[in-house]
């Protein structure tokens, strides 16, 4: 069951630095990081595109035809 977008979006700064730590390893997919995580995809993106607005990860482009984004940490200081 997929759970209202304002709950998970109130869940995103607990589930930051568990994202980050596996995101420390390299880039991952949104589907990758969601499989590593063991959580789903669609709540995991709306958490990766919270990260991405404040900074915490940047999107890279894969390579292919059709390419799929990469999200990897960035270095705050």
């Known amino acids: 069951m997929i759970r209202?977008?304002?709950e998970v979006?109130?869940?995103e700064p607990l589930m930051r630095d568990r994202l980050l730590a596996l995101l420390a390893g390299g880039p991952l997919t949104v589907r990758e990081l969601a499989a590593a995580a063991g959580l789903p995809a669609s709540e995991v993106m709306v958490w990766v595109m919270?990260?991405?607005k404040y900074g915490y990860v940047a999107e890279e482009k894969g390579?292919?035809?059709?390419?799929?984004?990469?999200?990897?940490?960035?270095r705050r200081s």
């Open 63 to 74: 390579p292919g035809r059709i390419p799929e984004y990469r999200y990897a940490v960035v």
């Open 4 to 6: 209202d977008v304002r």
């Open 50 to 52: 919270g990260m991405r």
């Open 9 to 11: 979006i109130r869940e």
